[in-house]
Structures are given as C-alpha cells and as structure tokens.
C-alpha cells in the first residue's frame, strides 16, 4: 500500500495510450491486477467478505493494542478507539478501491459488473450501517441524559391559586 498511489497515477498515465506489446505497459499492468486481487475483498458477496473483514480489523486491532503497550505510534486506521468497521470500509472503497477498479474497467469495462458494481453495495452496506451505529450511539446519549438526574440548584416551583407559580425553599 505504501506504492499504491505511484502505481496507480503510472497506470492512470499510461492508459490512454496503453498498448499490450509495450513490456512496461504490461508489467504495470500486472502490478495493478496483483494490487485489485490483494484487496478486492469487498467485491465478493457480503457473506464471503464480511467475516474476512472482521478477521482484518481483529489482526489491526490487535496490532495497534500492541503498539500501545509498547508505547509505540500507532497507525490511525488500526486503532479500535479511532474506527469502527463501517468507518474504515467507507473510507478505504472512496479512496482505495473505487479509484484502484475505476482506472482497471477502462482498460476492461467488463469488469465493471464484476468489481464496481458490487463494490458500490458494498459502500452502500456500510454507509447505511454507518448510519445506524451513529444513530445508536445518539440514542444512547439521548438516554443516558435523560436517565440522568438534574443537578440543577433551582427551587422547585409550585403552582399557586391564579395561575402563578411561587418558589417552595426547602
């Protein structure tokens, strides 16, 4: 991932003007169709992807855990305090794979129904659950405030004859 974005502009470079006698053309070519199978998860079918993801995050997590107890900086994307699941898909299909699989269909639009369209539910899939866990999480909040009891110093205040209310000092 450290070469991805060099890869891809020396990619973006070369495909309008790419030609499968040209070796260079050809060797990029290939580091780009080992980059889309090396993280092309999330154009299988949820079933298949989801549990891989979890593993992922789980080996991520545990890693940035680990950084931690060692004092060591820990990348942002690994840290369970930082992201959530459907976080780090939304960000990593906008700015990873859709413009990794967008440059790919070019050369091979075919490919469009068999890596893009899947990945656009995928992205659909996690902004939704994004969603939820953000409304879940205001909910709680709601519900905790709620639960809270008021600190307040006011006195309370007690209705009098007239429609007035008078303080009752306790």
């Known amino acids: ?38 993280i092309s998860n999330e154009a299988r079918p949820m079933d298949v992807a989801e549990p891989w993801l979890d593993c992922l995050l789980q080996e991520f997590f545990n890693q940035s855990d ?12 690994m840290d369970r305090d930082k992201v959530t699941k459907p976080s780090s898909q939304t960000g990593f299909i906008r700015f990873v794979l859709f413009p990794l699989f967008i440059e790919l269909a070019n050369l091979f639009p ?3 129904q068999h890596i893009i369209d899947p990945v656009r539910k995928a992205l659909d899939y996690y902004t939704e659950m994004e969603k939820a866990l953000e409304r879940e999480k205001q909910n709680r909040a709601q519900s905790e405030k709620m639960a809270t009891p008021s600190t307040s110093k006011e006195p309370e205040a007690h209705p009098e004859p007239g429609g007035t209310t008078k303080p009752v000092n306790l």
């Open 110 to 112: 075919s490919l469009e």
């Open 1 to 38: 991932m450290t070469r991805h974005t060099e890869i891809l502009n020396k990619f973006k470079t070369i495909l309008p003007v790419f030609d499968f006698s040209n070796k260079d053309h050809r060797d990029v070519l290939m580091m780009i169709m080992i980059k889309v199978s090396d």
């Open 66 to 77: 680990m950084e931690k107890l060692e004092g060591l900086p820990v990348t942002p994307f």
